[in-house]
């Protein structure tokens, strides 16, 4: 997104995660939040879940952890949810946007947007699910 730009901490952070050599434990939401952000700097937002995608399933392999923790819908609405705070104002870096965007450091701001029954689907785990309680601004 024009606008928006990532640091070189930022794409150390995105290589890292993609050679895998970041720990499970290192991946947490806030680095779910970056990888989202760094993915949408340089790419449209249909790519960018893409690529969180595929990397998401490449160290989920890679590390050995089984491939039912992918989560579709919440992989694609965290990129969504990502690109509206985007939308509010310019960052030279994920620290700066997220430093504009408290909300997302919610992990749980999602059940605002899904019921829990619908959210922690067999059907929302393995293919994307439009929210059922209110939809994620564009």
């Known amino acids: 997104m024009k606008d928006h730009a990532t640091s070189p901490e930022d794409r150390d952070f995105r290589a890292a995660f993609e050679s895998c050599a970041l720990m499970p434990a290192q991946f947490n939401h806030e680095a779910h939040l970056r990888l989202a952000y760094v993915?949408?700097?340089?790419?449209?937002?249909?790519s960018a879940q893409e690529k969180m995608r595929?990397?998401?399933?490449t160290f989920?392999?890679?590390?050995?952890?089984?491939?039912?923790?992918?989560?579709?819908t919440?992989?694609?609405?965290?990129?969504?949810?990502?690109?509206?705070f985007m939308t509010r104002s310019p960052s030279a870096?994920?620290?700066?946007?997220?430093?504009k965007s408290q909300a997302l450091r919610d992990s749980k701001v999602m059940l605002t947007h899904y019921s829990a029954e619908v959210l922690f689907s067999p059907t929302a785990r393995a293919s994307y699910v439009e929210p059922d309680l209110e939809a994620i601004p564009q």
């Open 39 to 46: 993915y949408l700097v340089e790419n449209d937002v249909a």
């Open 54 to 57: 595929g990397a998401l399933l």
């Open 60 to 72: 989920l392999r890679a590390h050995n952890i089984p491939p039912g923790k992918f989560h579709e």
């Open 74 to 84: 919440l992989t694609r609405a965290w990129v969504l949810a990502v690109r509206h």
């Open 93 to 99: 870096s994920f620290s700066e946007f997220l430093a």
